[in-house]
């Protein structure tokens, strides 16, 4: 009862769906104590506060529900990766590979892989990997591969099969992308395979088209978190034309709009031009007049090598709602080419849970620049209660979007009063010193 009344503290500032710009109709709800909705696009684009302050849940009767805004935690702390004992194969044929003969030394944790021949192929690059996962009790989420640092530059893909007999191979990755490529100002290593966490005795590693042209060193198997995940949305945005004749645009910079203000936590390029490996510091800032901060800088690539386009796979940066994204590249190392590439954002959106207090439909209404927060905090939820999924209708007109406007500011009446209050006295002052001077002066 006390949390209940908790949250119903929360909503102590009462608002209508009419002081909201827009509203979505909550669908899908059965009978539930409470739901949780996941918030759209659509709402990151029109929220005024990106806090989502001014988003607010209604019933059917115009009253405004408790609710609380969250974000799903993508995990907890994984155990630390183990180093898996690796086999490399010289073998070509896939025949070959299918047909090997391994014995298993019980208690020993050793492997010994022959091929039919007898013997392994020699001479040639290593095109395939038997891996022994049996150090892995748990679900594994990515593999780590580890070569030389002085191995020659290569993009290509990789093949990763799981097994727990040798004999039938599950693939959780077809192509991931694999990278070691120097410039004259950096490194760009892509050197980790993510893939639904899967728990499996043996691994097999295959290179898709071309091998590397080096040797693994090591594998590396990352235990899942406790947690799978939270899914990702995205969004792909071109670059922001330069904003009239006069304005200057410098070489190897592109700005970008979001029009939006999502929590962006992953960021990547589609690069215009095919062979291009570019070293890229992004930037951001919240508003235009703001100034430019550096987010992260990273290397992107896009190249094809035997009929395959290879891309390197988004880069993680600190959660940001900035709406505005700088894309800086050094000219002198080749560019981008001619054409101008597109910002790929990616974030976890947040979720608003709400307690079905009175009669449907529900909506979720948000964008207005006088709201102030009036959410809850997930914590005063009781723990065992059912929390229904749910889902929000298109979006549709509410109160209009002048609620978008700035709120005008108050007038300052302290300020002219007091003004007012020293001008009045001054020449009251001035009047009793006529005054005076009259009645002192000779008849």
């Known amino acids: ?41 659509a709402v990151y684009q029109k929220v005024v506060h990106p806090d989502l302050a001014d988003v607010r849940v209604f019933n059917g009767n115009a009253e405004q529900v408790p609710f609380a805004i969250g974000r799903p ?36 944790g050793a492997v010994n892989v022959q091929t039919t021949s007898g013997r392994a192929a020699q001479g ?30 290569f993009a290509g893909r990789i093949r990763v099969e799981a097994s727990d007999s040798l004999s039938d191979w599950q693939v959780v990755a077809r192509a991931a992308p694999i990278a070691n490529l120097h410039s004259s100002a950096d490194r760009l290593v892509e050197q980790r395979v993510e893939f639904a966490p899967v728990k499996a005795k043996f691994w097999r590693l295959s290179w898709v088209g071309q091998a590397a042209p080096f040797a693994l060193t090591a594998i590396l198997g990352e235990p899942a978190k406790r947690s799978v995940d939270a899914l990702h949305a995205s969004m792909t945005v071109p670059a922001a034309p330069a904003k009239g004749s006069s304005a200057k645009v410098t070489p190897g910079e592109f700005e970008f709009d979001l029009g939006a203000t999502p929590p962006v936590d992953r960021v990547n390029l589609e690069l215009p031009e095919i062979n291009t490996v570019v070293d ?23 190249l094809k090598g035997d009929g ?27 560019g981008l080419g001619t054409a101008a590439p597109r910002l790929v954002v990616e974030w976890i959106p947040h979720e608003v849970v709400f307690v079905a207090r009175g009669a449907g439909p529900f909506y979720l209404a948000y964008g207005s620049s006088a709201a102030r927060s009036a959410a809850a905090s997930l914590s005063l939820l009781p723990k065992n209660l059912a929390i229904a999924p749910a889902s929000l209708s298109s979006s549709e ?16 009446w302290r300020t002219p009063l007091l003004w007012a209050v020293l001008i009045a006295g001054a020449g009251l002052l001035a009047w009793m010193a006529l005054r005076l001077s009259k009645d002192l002066s000779p008849k």
Request: glycine share 6%; no cysteine.
């Open 308 to 334: 395959v386009e290879l891309r390197n796979g988004p880069v993680s940066v600190s959660p940001t709602t900035d709406r505005y994204w700088l894309v800086h590249t050094d000219p002198r190392q080749g």
């Open 397 to 412: 007109l509410s109160g209009g979007e002048s609620l978008l406007q700035p709120v005008a500011a108050p007038f300052p």
């Open 124 to 153: 040639g690059r290593i095109n395939s990997y038997l891996v022994d996962g049996r150090a892995v009790d748990v679900l594994v989420a990515a593999l780590h591969l580890e070569w030389p640092q002085d191995a020659a530059d």
């Open 280 to 302: 890229v510091e992004l930037l951001s800032r919240g508003r235009p007049q703001d100034t430019w901060h550096t987010v992260r800088r990273s290397g992107f690539y896009r």
């Open 1 to 41: 009862m006390k949390v209940f009344l908790a949250l119903v503290a929360a909503t102590a500032t009462l608002s209508t769906p009419k002081d909201f710009a827009y509203r979505m109709q909550v669908t899908g709800t059965a009978e539930a104590s409470a739901y949780r909705v996941t918030v759209p696009l």
């Open 73 to 108: 935690v993508a995990g907890t702390v994984a155990n630390a990766a183990v180093a898996l004992s690796i086999f490399p194969l010289k073998d070509d044929s896939v025949a070959t590979l299918d047909a090997l003969r391994v014995t298993i030394e019980s208690g020993k």
